[in-house]
């Protein structure tokens, strides 16, 4: 089945410090990838999304590129802020072609805390 | 933008008894979801719906019953409640992506606490 690995529970980053949070997954078929943001007692929210080969793409700062060579989708900002203190989730959903094409896989998450 | 509501926001239940948390949605989607959220473990998927009327088994099931009577409400149901169900429950909707995919819209969150 498929899978989406997070290999960070925490990262903890001085504010200024550029950024760079893992995400792995494992699939049969084309994938679509999404990044979600929680912060502290709200619900998760879309922060990116992408199903384009080795195209970036960008939100809010942050930016990620899907690999499908090494499956991967890894998010990044190059100068983070103390707003960004947040549990962010990468997560897949399958093609139409796959058993879970409406259904989302979620990593496990990770903690990013920004200090001063 | 989407909505995706929960009611109650906070729930303190004993063992064995029954609950139910409810979700309302005003986007239209066909699609909506029941998730779980514990440290160390993300979001699990407990039970989802293709529209009124149908329910399927997420990847936790067990101890959850769930109930879409109508497109916007989507129902999970503990009916004997246990201390290791405590956690914080979303509810989400969700839009499909042109060729595949699907994104969701989650609600704000329950948080039930099982004595």
């Known amino acids: 089945g498929d899978s989406v690995t997070q290999t960070e529970g925490l990262v903890t980053l001085t504010k200024g410090l550029p950024v760079m949070l893992n995400c792995t997954y494992q699939?049969?078929?084309?994938?679509?990838l999404f990044w979600y943001v929680q912060h502290l007692n709200e619900a998760p929210k879309l922060l990116l999304k992408s199903s384009t080969d080795n195209k970036r793409t960008e939100h809010q700062g942050f930016y990620a590129t899907l690999h499908k060579s090494s499956s991967s989708f890894h998010l990044q900002k190059s100068s983070v802020q103390l707003s960004d203190s947040a549990l962010y989730f990468c997560a897949l959903s399958g093609s139409l072609l796959s058993g879970s094409f409406n259904k989302l896989t979620f990593g496990a998450g990770t903690r990013l805390a920004v200090c001063p | 933008e989407a909505a995706v509501t929960q009611s109650p926001r906070n729930k303190v239940a004993v063992t064995g008894g029954k609950v139910t948390l409810s979700c309302n949605q005003t986007n239209n989607h066909n699609n909506m979801y029941w998730y779980r959220q514990d440290t160390g473990h993300g979001l699990r998927l407990i039970h989802y719906?293709?529209?009124?009327?149908?329910?399927e088994k997420g990847d936790i099931p067990d101890g959850y019953k769930a109930s879409r009577p109508s497109q916007e409400n989507f129902s999970l149901i503990l009916e004997l409640a246990t201390p290791s169900q405590t956690s914080v429950y979303f509810c989400?909707?969700?839009?499909?992506?042109?060729?595949?995919?699907?994104?969701?819209?989650f609600g704000p969150g329950t948080r039930l606490t099982v004595l």
């Open positions: 699939t049969t078929y084309s994938p679509f």
């Open positions: 989400a909707s969700g839009d499909a992506l042109g060729l595949g995919g699907y994104e969701q819209y």
């Open positions: 719906s293709y529209g009124a009327g149908s329910t």
